[in-house]
């Protein structure tokens, strides 16, 4: 269980959301949020009322983004709309699935930081690699986020519904290593993704060994 991190989630469009955060966050293991945009956008009013509570608590917040899988619609997720979080400085927030089907969309709102010279640790984005992306997209969708907004600002995600067995997860980061594999990323450059930067996002412990190259 020290490897088990909790997620509060809270519905924005209920009106005790920000209390419902803020009695989450006092439960013990809670770490971060979880928020998924339907019926909302993530720049109505509603939502910014959260954001102030993760903000002052200092909670990040872990965005579906993208489309659905289950017939949803996906309308409320673009990545652009999640860019009313840079009202609160410092607030650190993860879109998953980088987005997909909007992947340039995410790596633009992503890069605006790097053009801005702002170092990866202190960016307010950061991008998970869970498969929204159908297989035949993925190889080209990695590399470009690879490229553009850096291994600094990119989280692995195993888009597994628990509980499952071990070797979905197994299979999960296999799936990522044979692109990698392909890619030719380097070693230090798997472990940042594969663990430092989700590590960092959450405040967690690290030793030394597992910082980034510099």
Not at 3 to 11: D, M, T
Not at 47 to 68: C, N, Q, T
Not at 137 to 158: L, N, T
């Amino acid at each position: 269980t020290d490897r088990l991190v909790g997620f509060a989630v809270v519905n924005p469009l209920h009106d005790d959301a920000a209390e419902d955060l803020e009695r989450a966050a006092e439960l013990p293991g809670i770490r971060a949020l979880k928020m998924v945009p339907t019926g909302w956008y993530p720049y109505d009013d509603c939502a910014h009322r959260v954001y102030e509570v993760a903000a002052r608590l200092d909670l990040p917040i872990l965005f579906h983004s993208g489309i659905f899988i289950d017939g949803r619609s996906g309308r409320f997720c673009r990545p652009s709309f999640y860019e009313a979080v840079r009202d609160y400085p410092g607030l650190r927030v993860t879109l998953a699935h980088l987005g997909w089907p909007w992947c340039d969309e995410a790596n633009a709102v992503g890069v605006i930081d790097r053009i801005n010279g702002i170092d990866p640790a202190e960016s307010q984005f950061r991008f998970d690699i869970s498969f929204g992306p159908p297989p035949i997209y993925r190889e080209d969708v990695f590399r470009k986020a690879i490229d553009v907004i850096g291994p600094r600002s990119i989280q692995f995600g195993s888009d597994r519904f628990l509980p499952c067995e071990g070797s979905h997860i197994r299979a999960a980061i296999d799936e990522v290593m044979d692109i990698f594999d392909r890619l030719e990323v380097s070693v230090s450059d798997r472990k940042t993704i594969m663990s430092y930067t989700a590590s960092e996002w959450l405040r967690l412990d690290q030793s030394a060994e597992d910082s980034p190259a510099s």
